[in-house]
């Protein structure tokens, strides 16, 4: 069989320029939640007559026969009522402003994916059913998610014919507490369903505002002999449900030092950050040493770098971070293996060994050329395995085992499947079909033939959780007040770790991506499966908690890219166009508040990459909970007016600034117009060169212009002014934080990821490097007039009462 993995950059081919939130499809992200759990709190939201999406006479839609949907005709009303029951659009605005209904085939292709047999009219119908009366069949709701601070009201399903006096409900709190929750004064004008020849009777019951932050328990009891809904003997004995009640925070505060002044900080690829120490890429080692160097010589107060996710272990290796086989655990590629304690007391030909095999990839650091990952990491986990078999102290050994007890069973599940990677390969669509399963028999019986490869992944994740937290300590010992910034990425690949252990909470038979929009007018598909709303509520959000959890622990706050992914989702049933897809919705509430929770926690806020067509409502719920947007020089500009560059002063607070991105040129190659030139030798342009370079050159004119009316640019500058002053221009915007890329520092040119081609560039593999494009390890960065002049800049003008004159 043919592989049939995605192409390791179809990640790479949606994060383009204008970004993956720039879809033409408008879609109210402030319209209700789909029932499968309550969040309460923020603005009152639009309801459902409110909504384009829900508006059935907008098109002239078929009659509902019990035979087979017509998957070319317009969608019936029950179908899209179905449809909006679950989240899901049925309708939306094309990029041109125009309400175009989702195709019949689309709708179905996405209900099924979320469980729902939808092809023929009678499926439809007992789907419909089904739906509405899901939430009566539950004694309690999943989850219930409000704010720290607010009242909730949480129904209760019971038998109508039982007394409630019969009937007690309670709410655990995380540290034991117990609290008896009354009735609500306000009970529902509707309290009675009946279904299958059984009347369930709803009760509404009162959670108070003091309850404090955390995931807290409602229990619901009554006595024997009672009937309840859902019950295959109606006179069994005593019933009792248990539900989720989350209370989170109403903000996300910034640390007092950021909340009271500004910060500004480096962005780099680390993987391309070499020292003359790694193994042919950058890895957490040189992390440590560049944000040590970066906070006690340049007043840096966060260094940003790309995911960090798990890739494959085994090669190829996908090389976009942004296309992982997991986000909850990290890439045991950017260990320092001379840093695992047990190196040092490694037998002396061992030790050999594995200077020999570090050598060899040394050797690559002064390379120009392509990173090799595949070479690195068959090179690093050869000498890791060997460090492995080397016995631990006890109070090591002991330290391993609680940080297994920790992780629970996702840590055993993606140790599971590197194992299987390794010994069937991939796609796992090639594995035996028993293990496909990862609560089979079958996988059962080989973790435990295989305990000690499942073993050695496990502790390579634990390795990565010292070396990270080493990391983090070098950023508090600096006087960093942020430290590292970490990415989460969008999604994960199709054949990858999460798609295998969370098969049940991801939508398998769809991907994620954008519709058409004017940059990109086929739509985007970026072959990853999205989180199921449903399934999310379902399990009270713990498989998000976790990898948010796992993510924050040594961080100082968290990027998140496609924030509004959070909001509503594109997706596309597998086999249709990018175009053929529709949103979904998820409750942004429950997903922010999760977030919110977990960050405060952990010590760290949160950074959204919201660039693009991003709803106003979205950008000031953001705002409101205490996330900061993205904000790009380059993309800043007075759309609803002449077009022109913003002025520092209209730039918003509450963002980090940057110059660009990395799906552009470093700044030196953007001002050449090196990224026209490169679409052009890539066939990528949609217009002449001539026309496309010209208007590009206007565009970058007026920034410069710019920057001379505010007086930051001089009379025949040369690249080097030209680069600084534009990070200059960030200091006199009100942006909290200001990041500069690494290789702007540098003066690099070469663009990291090129949008739109898989082999044609090589994404995500081009190292650090000057102008001409030759390797700048770490050594040299700190050596550097170029760098130290900028970073100097930046904070002088940052901090200009605080700056003092290096000597």
């Not at 496909?436 to 634990?462: G, N």
Request: proline share 8%; aromatic share 8%; with cysteine.
């Amino acid at each position: 069989m043919t592989d049939q993995r995605p192409s390791r950059d179809s990640r790479d081919r949606r994060d383009s320029i204008v970004g993956p939130d720039d879809e033409g499809s408008v879609y109210d992200v402030s319209a209700p939640t789909p029932p499968a759990g309550i969040s309460l709190g923020g603005k009152a939201r639009t309801g459902p007559d409110d909504h384009p999406d829900h508006d059935e006479g907008s098109f002239r839609r078929p009659a509902l026969t019990d035979g087979d949907l017509d998957l070319d005709a317009a969608a019936p009303p029950e179908l899209v009522e179905l449809a909006a029951l679950l989240g899901v659009a049925a309708e939306v605005k094309d990029w041109q402003g125009v309400t175009q209904p989702v195709s019949t085939r689309t709708l179905c292709g996405v209900l099924e994916s979320l469980d729902m047999p939808v092809r023929t009219g009678r499926h439809v119908r007992a789907a419909l059913e089904e739906v509405q009366r899901r939430p009566w069949q539950k004694m309690l709701p999943d989850v219930t998610v409000v704010r720290q601070g607010d009242k909730a009201v949480v129904p209760v399903h019971i038998d109508a014919e039982l007394p409630l006096h019969r009937l007690e409900v309670r709410l655990e709190t995380e540290d034991g507490t117990m609290l008896t929750l009354p009735l609500a004064a306000e009970q529902p004008l509707e309290p009675r369903s009946t279904f299958d020849g059984h009347t369930v009777r709803r009760v509404n019951y009162m959670v108070l505002g003091d309850i404090p932050l955390g995931y807290h328990t409602i229990w619901a009891r009554y006595q024997p002999q009672a009937r309840y809904p859902g019950s295959e003997n109606p006179t069994s004995a005593a019933a009792e449900a248990f539900s989720t009640y989350i209370v989170t925070p109403r903000t996300i505060d910034l640390p007092q030092s950021v909340a009271d002044d500004r910060a500004w900080g480096f962005m780099t690829q680390l993987y391309s950050v070499r020292s003359s120490r790694s193994w042919g890429l950058g890895d957490l080692a040189d992390l440590a040493e560049l944000t040590g160097w970066s906070a006690r010589s340049g007043g840096a107060d966060f260094v940003l770098v790309n995911p960090l996710h798990a890739a494959e272990p085994v090669t190829p290796m996908t090389p976009s971070p942004y296309l992982p086989s997991t986000r909850r655990f990290f890439n045991p590629i950017y260990l320092r293996v001379e840093d695992i304690p047990e190196v040092g007391y490694l037998p002396s030909t061992e030790r050999a060994i594995l200077e020999w095999q570090a050598e060899a990839m040394r050797a690559l650091n002064t390379d120009p050329g392509e990173l090799d990952r595949d070479a690195v990491w068959e090179a690093k986990s050869a000498a890791l395995q060997t460090v492995f078999e080397f016995p631990r102290s006890r109070e090591r050994q002991a330290a391993f085992e609680a940080f297994c007890v920790r992780e629970g069973q996702g840590l055993e599940d993606f140790a599971t499947w590197c194992t299987l990677a390794e010994r069937y390969g991939l796609p796992a669509a090639d594995w035996p079909e028993h293990f496909l399963d990862p609560r089979s028999a079958a996988v059962k019986q080989l973790r435990e033939e295989l305990t000690d490869r499942v073993e050695f992944h496990m502790w390579l994740q634990w390795c990565l959780d010292q070396q990270l937290a080493a990391v983090s300590a070098v950023a508090r010992d600096s006087g960093m007040s942020v430290g590292v910034v970490h990415d989460l990425a969008v999604g994960v690949h199709p054949d990858g770790a999460d798609a295998w252990a969370l098969s049940d909470v991801l939508a398998m038979g769809v991907t994620a991506g954008a519709p058409p929009d004017a940059f990109n007018q086929q739509g985007q598909d970026w072959s990853q499966p999205p989180w199921r709303p449903d399934r999310l509520a379902e399990l009270a959000y713990a498989p998000y908690r976790d990898m948010l959890r796992t993510l924050l622990r040594h961080a100082g706050a968290l990027r998140i890219d496609h924030i509004i992914g959070l909001f509503r989702f594109w997706w596309v049933p597998v086999g249709n166009s990018p175009a053929d897809g529709t949103y979904v919705r998820y409750d942004h509430e429950a997903m922010i508040g999760v977030l919110a929770l977990e960050a405060q926690r952990a010590g760290c806020f949160v950074i959204g990459e919201d660039l693009g067509n991003v709803e106003a409502s979205a950008r000031e719920y953001l705002a409101e909970r205490g996330i900061l947007g993205t904000s790009i020089l380059w993309f800043e500009r007075d759309y609803e007016g002449d077009g022109k560059p913003l002025p520092p002063e209209s730039w918003r607070e509450l963002c980090l600034a940057t110059v660009t991105t990395h799906d552009l040129p470093p700044t030196a190659g953007y001002l050449a117009g090196e990224h026209i030139e490169l679409r052009e030798r890539l066939g990528l342009l949609t217009r002449p060169y001539e026309q496309e370079a010209a208007i590009d050159a206007a565009e970058r004119q007026a920034v410069l212009d710019q920057l001379t009316k505010l007086a930051l640019l001089k009379v025949g500058p040369t690249e080097r002014d030209k680069v600084e002053a534009l990070h200059v221009f960030l200091t006199q915007t009100p942006a909290k934080l200001i990041g500069v890329q690494l290789a702007d520092a540098v003066g690099d040119r070469r663009t990291i990821n090129q949008p739109g081609t898989n082999d044609e560039y090589p994404n995500w593999r081009v190292p650090l490097a000057d102008g001409v494009g030759q390797p700048v390890l770490l050594e040299d960065l700190m050596d550097s007039a170029r760098v130290t002049s900028l970073v100097r800049t930046v904070d002088a003008r940052l901090h200009p009462d605080d700056w003092v004159e290096p000597e």
